[in-house]
């Protein structure tokens, strides 16, 4: 049975702690049948924004939907979103005991601890303490939490800091699984690099507020200027033909300078009018992590007091983190 297109739609939302402005007038959204990355610096307002998503915390103004409704609105919310904002456990409970906690609070039939524990690859650990349990076991013990509900959203905090190689390869391939078969998957990183090769679109958030939305192709391109690599035997009276036609020389590598502010067609004539044969003429793509770190500069200053979420945890979180959540 085909399933419905879920979005998760964040509209104008903003929340501030005291002084503190978390997130302000934030909008965006995740589409189904593709991996958001929740982008910026940590105190940017990531999990700020996913505990107003998820109605753990309240917003001053704006909304968060999914689907059209709040999580609070939705009939079975888990059975709708799925949600892994902690990887944090009981240590002295199997990872099919803790599975078990969370399936009866969401109210889903036992077969699905043992379906779920397939799904990520730790049957073979299921009866094993989670004390006991790596990082990345830990990680793919939260993926199973939020799959229990078989849901079409997926929200997940940071699901791979601190993933080795062979760990964050697991997840990138999981996830776009899970994309493939129109699930909706937002999930927040401070590191670009982590996620980029698991990742359709971006959201960069800075201070808690938006800089940028759209496809990884966007970000890296950004508004569309290019840097034009140049070379000539005569660089002075080149630097010199282009600043006057308006371009801007920023420097020179060996003997290539880079231009801005020029196509590489406009450039060329440029060179040619003042009679400066080029050796060299190509475009430089930016940078996909300079873009990113561009975006972000000087932000990370603000975050949600310790504790902000405390005592307004939804019931299959609660379940989730239950005698173990920190």
């Given at each position: ?13 903003s ?10 007038d ?12 929740f ?7 990531k ?32 059975l709708t ?22 399936r ?69 391939l ?13 999930l ?37 200027e ?47 009018a ?6 060299h ?14 975006l ?28 173990g959540?920190?």
């Amino acid at each position: 049975m085909t399933q419905q297109a879920i979005p998760v739609e964040v509209a104008r939302l903003s929340k501030r702690f005291g002084r503190v402005q978390a997130v302000n007038d934030l909008s965006f959204t995740a589409q189904p049948g593709r991996v958001t990355g929740f982008l910026g610096p940590n105190g940017s307002g990531k999990t700020t924004t996913l505990g107003m998503v998820l109605g753990l915390l309240r917003p001053d103004s704006g909304a968060a939907t999914i689907g059209g409704s709040s999580y609070a609105a939705l009939e079975r919310p888990a059975l709708t979103v799925g949600s892994a904002l902690s990887a944090s456990f009981h240590p002295a409970h199997t990872g099919r005991a803790h599975l078990d906690i969370v399936r009866r609070a969401i109210g889903v039939p036992v077969s699905r601890v043992d379906e779920t524990l397939a799904l990520v690859g730790l049957d073979g650990a299921a009866d094993r303490k989670t004390g006991g349990y790596s990082l990345g076991m830990r990680q793919r013990l939260a993926l199973a939490a939020a799959l229990l509900g078989d849901p079409q959203v997926l929200l997940l905090d940071e699901p791979i800091n601190g993933l080795d190689p062979e760990g964050i390869r697991w997840i990138r391939l999981f996830l776009q699984h899970l994309a493939s078969e129109g699930k909706t998957v937002l999930l927040s990183s401070h590191l670009l690099s982590e996620v980029q090769q698991t990742v359709d679109d971006v959201v960069v958030i800075r201070r808690g507020e938006l800089a940028f939305a759209g496809t990884l192709a966007e970000l890296q391109h950004g508004d569309g200027e290019r840097t034009v690599l140049v070379s000539a035997a005569d660089r002075p009276g080149l630097a010199q033909a282009l600043q006057r036609a308006g371009a801007q020389v920023h420097g020179v590598r060996g003997e290539t300078m880079r231009v801005s502010g020029l196509e590489p067609d406009a450039v060329g004539e440029v060179a040619l009018a003042a009679g400066i044969a080029l050796s060299h003429l190509s475009v430089e793509e930016s940078e996909l992590e300079q873009s990113f770190l561009e975006l972000i500069e000087g932000g990370g200053t603000d975050r949600a007091p310790a504790g902000a979420l405390a005592g307004t945890t939804a019931p299959a979180a609660a379940a989730s983190m239950e005698g173990g959540a920190r």
